[in-house]
């Protein structure tokens, strides 16, 4: 399965509206100068996710874009559904050898575990503790 940029510029808006949480509404405009993305395209796929509730709009001069339940109860599997359809990395035919059928299920299936077990939360408050298995050495 390969995430498009649909889904991945989705988790982008939803990460930044996920760390202005609480602060109000963001703009789509502010977003897209912040990631160096097309407004245009983020404005694409906003409606998705607004018609999933998984934000809401607030009209006018101060209006833009908040989140449409808590950080820690939406899923990267709730943005990736929305945006992508269903996950799954091949289509299965129930006639297929069933080692390889078997296969495929586990593929999607750890796929579903961690999309299904990432918050925005998590997404949006990562800090990056590097790679614990640097080592530097001096000659």
């Known amino acids: 399965?390969?995430?498009?940029?649909?889904?991945?510029?989705?988790?982008?808006?939803?990460?930044?509206?996920?760390k202005k949480h609480g602060e109000g509404p963001t703009s789509l405009k502010s977003i897209a100068k912040d990631h160096n993305l097309s407004e245009h395209y983020l404005e694409q796929l906003i409606a998705p996710l607004r018609n999933?509730?998984?934000?809401?709009?607030?009209?006018?001069?101060y209006g833009g874009y908040m989140l449409g339940k808590d950080p820690e109860e939406i899923t990267a599997g709730d943005i990736i559904r929305v945006l992508e359809g269903p996950i799954t990395p091949v289509e299965i035919?129930?006639?297929?050898e069933p080692a390889k059928r078997d296969l495929w299920i586990k593929i999607r299936d750890a796929v579903k575990d961690v999309l299904d077990s990432t918050t925005l939360e998590y997404l949006a408050n990562y800090k990056d503790k590097g790679?614990?298995?640097y080592y530097m050495f001096y000659i």
């Open 131 to 133: 790679d614990q298995e």
């Open 52 to 61: 999933a509730q998984l934000v809401k709009s607030v009209r006018g001069a």
């Open 93 to 96: 035919i129930d006639d297929e």
């Open 1 to 18: 399965m390969k995430i498009s940029t649909k889904g991945r510029y989705g988790l982008t808006i939803m990460i930044a509206l996920a």
